[in-house]
């Protein structure tokens, strides 16, 4: 694949509890339908689609995972090879805020600390629905406390679903440019150190 190839590619994971929406948020992006029948995602489904972001095509991809925990050790497989990650809960279900903390921590788990904080962000769905417990101030709050930006959004109508997803890619594109600018500055440190031992990582 050519670096351009690569770069015009964006891979994405969606994670959180069992029926938040990340079936549902996929498939409005995706292809604009919503479903009002739940079926459970069983492991994990890819969605995809070809946007146009600052000008750019991009193909991105939004692998979607079983809220379930009977997958976990299948999805945990997925998170390394994601290039940006969003948290999803639902703004009528406190269960699902209160376990934010537990996804947002197993991201650490499996990314071994190595964790840019730019490329993680918390969704809060369901805001077409009245019954809300979540207000929007209190989530704010919260995933500022844990250092995520948060968004929040309806996969029934398709409010703030676009944007949302551009947002990420944004990032993501950003911080890819950083670490290639970042490896591209190593050929030149480890000549500037020729004649040493000096190992640059
Ligand atoms: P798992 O596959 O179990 O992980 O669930 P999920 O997070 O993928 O949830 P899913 O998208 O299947 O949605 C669960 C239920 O919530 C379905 O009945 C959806 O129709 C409904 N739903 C999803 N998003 C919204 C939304 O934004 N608003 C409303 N009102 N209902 C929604």
């Known amino acids: 694949m050519s670096k351009k190839e690569k770069n015009n590619k964006c891979r994405l994971l969606i994670i959180g509890d069992s029926k938040v929406g990340k079936t549902s948020f996929s498939s409005m992006y995706s292809k604009g339908t919503f479903n009002i029948n739940y079926l459970s995602t069983i492991g994990v489904e890819l969605f995809s689609k070809d946007?146009?972001?600052d000008n750019e095509t991009i193909h991105v991809e939004l692998w979607d995972t079983a809220g379930s925990e009977k997958f976990n050790s299948l999805t945990a497989?997925?998170?390394?090879?994601?290039?940006?990650?969003?948290?999803m809960f639902?703004?009528?279900?406190?269960?699902?805020?209160d376990n934010i903390r537990n996804w947002t921590e197993s991201i650490k788990t499996h990314l071994s600390g190595d964790l840019n904080k730019n490329i993680v962000i918390i969704i809060g769905n369901k805001i077409?629905?009245?019954?809300?417990?979540?207000?929007t101030n209190e989530a704010k709050n919260y995933c500022n406390e844990l250092g995520f930006e948060y968004f929040e959004t309806s996969a029934k109508t398709g409010q703030n679903v676009n944007s949302t997803i551009k947002y990420l890619v944004k990032q993501v594109i950003k911080?890819?440019?950083?670490?290639?600018y970042n490896n591209n500055k190593i050929p030149f440190k480890q000549r500037k150190?020729?004649?040493?031992?000096?190992i640059v990582f």
């Open 175 to 180: 911080n890819k440019n950083i670490n290639s």
């Open 90 to 97: 639902d703004v009528t279900c406190q269960a699902s805020f």
């Open 128 to 135: 077409d629905c009245v019954e809300r417990e979540i207000k």
């Open 193 to 198: 150190n020729e004649g040493c031992c000096c």
């Open 77 to 87: 497989g997925f998170f390394g090879k994601a290039e940006g990650i969003m948290v």
């Open 51 to 53: 946007d146009i972001i």
